[in-house]
């Protein structure tokens, strides 16, 4: 095989993507710093600065958007950070965020985020403009397509863009990204709607919090990626070696159990290294009419003698020797 060829199948995305499936989602070495998160998180942060607000949320990946309960953090789906993740999310799930979409996002948590870290709902004035914070949260819901009390900011495949109608915490995330979105002229666009004195209040309540301390920045994170220990095949309820056949420029994993790394330079003659572990399939050595065969074992100094050997006259045990060579 040319080395074209052989660069060719190693680098082919069926290899990649088998090789990426196969790995822990802990392994993956991802984070946002380097990463394609990296330009939209400071831009969230850039964002935050221009309306000088003194808080500034943190970030961590996990497996899906959201804040942990009354956690001030904001959790971004780990595949977000790396581009061929991006490209397996779409081939399993069937879409991945744009860009524009991973920003309506972000402001939508940081709205979570800014809620939990002053505690803004245990406030009268803001349970009196989103209701209750304690209301139980539901699964699904019905939304009122009609109703213009509530802005439209994130679209739902199953909701549209209605999604602030779900529960009063994600009215006000809803109402604070529309809020913090630059040039989003909530002013005008709203301004013949009951949803307009959300806004109002919001931007009110942001001018009087803002150079205030949080009363809260952190707190026990959900399924952060170190703790993901799943391959990620599993992650997507898929089995690797579904992918394998496909991955022709794999290099098979159970080399390294031949192939161990050294440290430093204690280092092995090639004979002492293979001396140690046989492939599981060798095909046999021939002495004279008979053949040892050699199953996966230790090698010991008398293998030879150790290991049956097979009489070469049988016609019965020719015939599967050669189907072995």
């Avoid at 991006?86 to 709205?111: C, K, N, P, S, Y």
């Avoid at 495949?157 to 209605?162: A, K, T, V």
């Avoid at 690797?240 to 420029?249: K, L, N, S, T, V």
């Amino acid at each position: 095989m040319s080395a074209a060829r052989t660069s060719s199948l190693i680098n082919s995305w069926n290899t990649i993507r088998y090789e990426l499936l196969n790995t822990r989602v802990c392994d993956l070495g991802l984070t946002i710093e380097g990463s394609p998160l990296a330009a939209p998180v400071e831009r969230i942060r850039r964002e935050f600065a221009a309306r000088a607000l003194r808080f500034q949320p943190s970030f961590y990946l996990t497996d899906s958007w959201g804040c942990p309960d009354e956690v001030p953090v904001i959790g971004i789906p780990f595949y977000l950070a790396d581009k061929r993740l991006r490209q397996i999310e779409e081939e399993q799930t069937g879409e991945v965020e744009d860009d524009q979409l991973l920003m309506m996002f972000l402001r939508h948590e940081a709205g979570h985020a800014i809620n939990y870290a002053y505690r803004l709902w245990e406030r009268s004035d803001w349970t009196d403009m989103f209701g209750r914070f304690s209301k139980p949260y539901r699964d699904s819901f019905q939304p009122n397509l009609a109703s213009r009390e509530f802005v439209w900011h994130i679209p739902h495949s199953q909701y549209g863009r209605h999604y602030a109608q779900k529960h009063p915490d994600e009215d006000f995330a809803e109402t604070f990204a529309v809020w913090l979105t630059p040039r989003s002229a909530w002013r005008r666009k709203y301004g013949q709607w009951p949803a307009l004195r959300k806004l109002r209040y919001v931007d009110s309540l942001m001018r009087h919090m803002r150079s205030r301390p949080a009363r809260c920045l952190g707190g026990k994170l959900e399924n952060p990626i170190t703790e993901m220990t799943m391959l990620l095949a599993e992650h997507y309820g898929q089995r690797a070696e579904r992918y394998r056949a496909a991955a022709q420029g794999y290099v098979d994993d159970k080399l390294r159990d031949i192939f161990r790394r050294t440290r430093g330079h204690n280092r092995s003659p090639a004979h002492e290294l293979l001396a140690g572990t046989m492939p599981t399939c060798w095909p046999g050595l021939r002495t004279g009419r008979a053949w040892a065969v050699k199953t996966s074992a230790p090698l010991s100094p008398n293998w030879k003698t150790a290991h049956r050997r097979w009489d070469w006259s049988s016609p019965a045990q020719r015939r599967q020797t050669a189907s072995w060579m």
